[in-house]
């Protein structure tokens, strides 16, 4: 139990040459969802729940999740790991992966975070008009000037962290980690690129692991999706709210409620047994889920749960 008026700690992993908690606030609802006091309250509850990693993008709440993630930390700025991301469209202009991008998209990040450096920079998504030597060679430039202490991926296949880790000049900068989609309900890292980050020694960060909240408990079989969701109807992600994901959802609750655990809980400890899983990066709207996310990760799942939870999602992919 964490002492009155001491933050708590959680355990940590390694990005490269960064330590950060198991458990990282994804801060994607920065600037959309939440404005800037709501932002500073999900941010304070998150350090006090012992939670060290921050990953935003510069596109998140339209430029301001960087803003409003850099004034809610102030001068807690250096007790935390942050991660940013650059290269999906913000506008016409600032987008993609070519070098002179890079560097202006870094300089922007760094003015908006009100940071002299970012620790994990990470390219959101492959720029298949640029070369991947191109890009690594402008972060390797921003590594060697101390403004991006690691560089990192995000939505790669295998076959390009593959062709990335071959095009890295001698003694350069190279991606420690890759950034994709992983879940209970969305296994498909497991076929390549989770074997591909363990044979390069690639930390690996899921998000979306609470499956856009179908993981959370509140969507259940024969109830409608709460108003204004992710899935609700016309949501972005409503498609996920089909059958057999309630299915699964169902047999997930029962396995954890068996255990005195919630499927949150289920969630994230899942996916901290894989061993390149650096830290779970998971969003948050408010203080109570920044506790509910932070403490998800205390449950040691033995190999007999291991077991048991694979046989319930034989089908999943």
Not at 237 to 256: I, Q
Not at 301 to 313: G, H, N, R, T, Y
Request: charged share 25%; aromatic share 6%.
């Amino acid at each position: 139990m964490a002492i009155a008026g001491k933050p708590r700690t959680l355990d940590t992993r390694r990005i490269g040459s960064l330590d950060v908690s198991i458990v990282g606030l994804g801060c994607n609802n920065f600037g959309r969802k939440l404005d800037e006091q709501a932002t500073t309250a999900v941010v304070h509850a998150a350090l006090d729940a012992g939670i060290t990693f921050f990953d935003t993008a510069d596109i998140y709440g339209e430029t301001k999740s960087e803003v409003f993630l850099g004034r809610a930390l102030g001068k807690r700025r250096d007790d935390v790991v942050i991660a940013t991301k650059f290269g999906m469209a913000i506008d016409d202009r600032r987008r993609g992966a070519r070098p002179e991008y890079v560097r202006q998209a870094a300089e922007d990040s760094l003015r908006r975070l009100s940071t002299d450096r970012i620790d994990l920079y990470q390219l959101h998504q492959p720029d298949p008009a640029v070369p991947i030597a191109e890009t690594l060679g402008a972060l390797d430039d921003l590594v060697r000037a101390g403004k991006v202490r690691e560089i990192g991926c995000s939505n790669f296949s295998a076959d390009q962290i593959r062709e990335a880790e071959a095009a890295v000049r001698p003694g350069a900068a190279r991606f420690v980690s890759v950034q994709n989609e992983y879940s209970l309900l969305h296994r498909d890292p497991e076929r390549d690129v989770l074997p591909e980050c363990e044979r390069l020694g690639l930390a690996f960060l899921p998000y979306f692991p609470l499956a856009s909240g179908l993981l959370t408990g509140k969507y259940r079989r024969g109830r409608p999706a709460p108003a204004g969701s992710r899935l609700a109807p016309g949501g972005r992600y409503a498609d996920s709210l089909n059958d057999r994901n309630l299915e699964l959802v169902e047999s997930l609750l029962e396995c954890a409620a068996t255990r005195g655990h919630s499927l949150v809980d289920l969630a994230v400890s899942w996916l901290l047994v894989r061993p390149s899983v650096a830290s779970v990066i998971a969003g948050a709207t408010s203080p109570e889920q920044v506790r509910i996310n932070a403490a998800a990760a205390s449950w040691q799942l033995s190999p007999a749960e291991l077991a048991e939870i694979d046989a319930l999602l034989k089908d999943a992919v």
